[in-house]
């Protein structure tokens, strides 16, 4: 049996180390501040056509760091999601490039959009509607399939 973490930093290195995910705490929080800032800014029409026109103006005038702007410039969404972007406000972004929270999803998990599909319909099958789309534990599907 693996010894229960604990300290504050073993439960933190521990659910940092899912594949393919960020723990968006505190420190990404604050991190990822300017870039999600920007990212509220797209919900006002304006602020999405301000943005076409002058990207790099636009970054740097809600004080995006270089590795913010880098990975903004490159498209590169799991470089934002590591530098502090939250997959919501990111999502008001992606808008503009012609994608969607699928496509995001996909990007984030490393896999095409029709595979992550797939993995999210799969997903389905585990999901209880009676418990407002909870996931079954796996001792309460065992239960239902005896």
């Known amino acids: 049996m693996a010894p229960v973490p604990n300290t504050q930093a073993d439960r933190r290195a521990l659910r940092r180390a899912i594949p393919g995910t960020a723990l968006f705490d505190g420190e990404l929080a604050q ?3 300017a870039l999600n800032a920007m990212c509220y800014s797209f919900n006002d029409a304006a602020n999405r056509a301000a943005f076409l026109a002058d990207e790099e103006g636009y970054c740097r005038s809600f ?8 990975a903004v410039a490159a498209r590169d969404v799991p470089a934002m999601l590591a530098a502090g972007g939250n997959v919501y406000y990111l ?13 995001l999803g996909a990007l984030q998990t490393g896999r095409s959009v029709a595979d992550f599909k ?5 997903a ?12 079954l534990g796996l001792a309460a599907r065992r239960r239902e399939h005896a």
């Open 31 to 33: 991190r990822g501040f």
């Open 91 to 103: 999502a008001k972004l992606a808008g503009i490039f012609g994608l969607n929270v699928q496509d």
């Open 63 to 70: 004080g995006l760091g270089s590795e913010q702007r880098a």
């Open 124 to 135: 389905r099958s585990g999901v209880d509607p009676a418990l407002g789309g909870l996931h």
């Open 118 to 122: 797939a993995m999210l319909l799969a």
